[in-house]
């Protein structure tokens, strides 16, 4: 099972923009499909973005048009641009590799401990 470390976060002004990176022990090159996921303060983890293969992707409606998620296979790392950001991104943000389940994806294997975003009003 491939291990995902997430890097990248910060603090920065609404407005402003943060590329998160995440970083796998091995290959994914024969991963289907890999995500986003964010957490913030009391509310339930959800989805942010999904990247397939085939470089097919999925984002949340919150963050359409603002963020990009991206991978690179060669050096078996996930990537979100988040631009544009606003105070309510601020969560921990996780990498994982995802499943399809009916119309959304889950994510599949442990959780790393994910990258804090906090954007500033």
């Known amino acids: 099972q491939v291990q995902l470390v997430e890097s990248g976060g910060g603090l920065v002004q609404g407005g402003g923009s943060l590329r998160l990176s995440c970083a796998a022990s091995?290959?994914?090159?024969?991963?289907?499909?890999m995500g986003w996921f964010r957490q913030a303060p009391g509310k339930q983890r959800e989805l942010v973005a999904v990247?397939?293969?085939?470089?097919?992707?999925t984002y949340a409606d919150s963050v359409k048009g603002r963020f990009t998620i991206s991978r690179d296979n060669a050096k078996n790392t996930l990537y979100l641009q988040m631009n544009s950001l606003k105070p309510e991104d601020t969560a921990v943000y996780y990498c994982?590799?995802?499943?399809?389940?009916?119309?959304?994806?889950?994510?599949?294997?442990?959780w790393g401990q994910g990258t804090q975003v906090t954007v500033s009003s």
């Open positions: 990247i397939t293969g085939g470089g097919g992707t």
């Open positions: 994982q590799v995802v499943e399809p389940f009916g119309r959304t994806w889950y994510g599949v294997g442990s």
């Open positions: 091995g290959s994914i090159f024969s991963i289907n499909a």
